[in-house]
């Protein structure tokens, strides 16, 4: 007679492999760039991570910042280092978990100046004030590239007193966040007042003088009696 006879196998299961989860920055697995103060949005590819776990990310290098929720953004903070981001798929009971990177090249930010047009003026004006902005927030310098008729003072331009066409430049040189603003130009006339005419008599003679600030011009116009 025999006994029966048992024996027993041990074994471990493990979980199971995603499909490899592929991150997504404004849709391109790599090439992504942004510049400062822009926002990037962060995907997942289609088809990839298939483990039934929530998605998580986490910023590896460079200033930015994540913004997770129904759609999921990268803000950039600063310039000087390329964002990189790690985003990792919870595999759930039956999958290990799945990640990936994605680095965004990240540059500066372009500005552009607002400076209205400015009106023709008279040399004898009284000096004035201009008004130019930067969309950075950064201070625009206004210089003026006609000295000989109109010099500039912070943003107060004072006219010499002579005829000619003033123009005003508006620059911002940009910092570690914005790249130069493109300049603009202002130009304007200045031309001489009208001066009042005075008319003196004289008898038969009659003389017109033509005064000015800038000094006068004169004539006379003679009247012959007929015989």
Known sequence: DYFRALDSITFAVGKGDQVQLVLLANGLESGASAKYGQSVTLSI?????????AVSYVVLSGSCT???????????????????????KAGGDAYADSSDTVVIAVSKADQVITFAPISDKLSDNAP?????????????????????????????????????????????????????????????????PQAPLTALANGDRKSTRLNSSHGYISYAVFCLKKK
């Open 128 to 192: 004035f004030n201009l008004t130019a902005s930067a969309d950075s927030g950064l201070t625009v310098t206004l210089t003026s590239t006609t000295p000989s008729i109109c010099v500039v003072s912070g943003i107060t331009v004072t006219l010499t007193r002579q005829p000619g066409l003033c123009s005003i430049e508006a620059t911002q040189l940009g910092n570690a966040l914005f790249n130069a603003a493109p300049k603009v130009v202002r130009s304007f006339s200045v031309k001489l």
């Open 45 to 53: 590819k289609p088809g990839t991570g298939s483990g039934t776990g």
């Open 66 to 88: 994540v913004n997770e929720g129904p759609t999921t953004t990268l803000t950039i903070d600063a310039v000087g280092s390329n964002c990189i981001i790690k985003a990792t």
